[in-house]
């Protein structure tokens, strides 16, 4: 008995969704990123207003003071839609589990000097609770934000923020032998300790910003254009010489995070700033007062890490952040 098999090839009806073909072209085949990003928030038949704030849509471009003809016209760079967002980031996580456990292994933190794992629990471990704020902050970008290309990007960062504030406790946990004395003296810190009451300020008066994208650009552009060079890199430059080998691998996750995150961020500032001389104007204003915020709040760590280098140190990451600024239309 022979088998014999046919196939046959059905042809789609159509290519694409309506709201799609609207904006790619009649009937064209969309990416998944563009299926899962263009025109997915709703804006009609809403049956209340939110009971925060009954003057307001649920979705309300009113909540910023930017002004966009068409709030998809950003879109990510990175193509990110929840599934590869989580796929990237798995990736990401897996390497960085790999290095928790060959420094556990090898007990590599022991290779360090006693005054640089000290140094360690001052200036790092704090800074679960400043990712925590970062957390929040991004959380609110994303709940205020008008269309799902700009609140999925802010919400990918939200999530990301938390997965920093993990790696850093279980950093602390391998400086203590996982008593979690460290994190307990790295809050009392962040309360307490003057070298880190500009930066607490600064993330609790982020906390009562109104407009979301001001906020935006006061976390992800500001804080964090001060906060991922000054901690990740030159902060990590400082220990190779005190063998701080292990932390550069522990860093790796918060080195790549932080290039890929401008991408995005740089992206929509540029496209923002472009639509208008008043959205270039209000996003100048904004850098400009939180990254001087920022450089404020960070310097006084900074010298206590880096001593006299501090200076130049901070100089050089304020003109990255003018740099990058004015690559995107924004003048600080």
Known sequence: MSLEIKTNVIQPRRHTYDHIAKRLGADKPATRYQEG???????????????WDPSREIYDKSLTAIEMEDWYSFNDPRQLYYGTYTMARHKMMEAEENHFKFIGKSNMFGLMDDEWQQKIKEFLLPMRHYEWGANMNNCDCSDKAYGTAISQVALFAAMDR?????????VGLLLDDSTGKSLDQAKADWMENDLWQGARRMIEDSFVVKDWFELLVAQNLSMD????PLFYQYFDEAGQQHGGAPMSMLNEFMQDWGKDEKRWLDHLLKVTAAESPENAALLSK??????????????????HVLGEGAADVMTSIR??????????????
């Open 37 to 51: 990003t263009w025109d997915l928030q709703p804006t009609t038949n809403f049956h209340y207003r939110p009971t």
């Open 162 to 170: 938390l997965g920093m504030a993990q790696i850093i406790s279980r």
């Open 225 to 228: 254009g001060v906060v991922f």
């Open 286 to 303: 904004w850098a400009s007062v939180w990254t001087d915020r920022a450089i404020e709040a960070f310097t006084p760590i900074a010298k």
């Open 319 to 332: 003109a990255e952040i003018t740099k990058r600024a004015q690559k995107s239309g924004i003048e600080i």
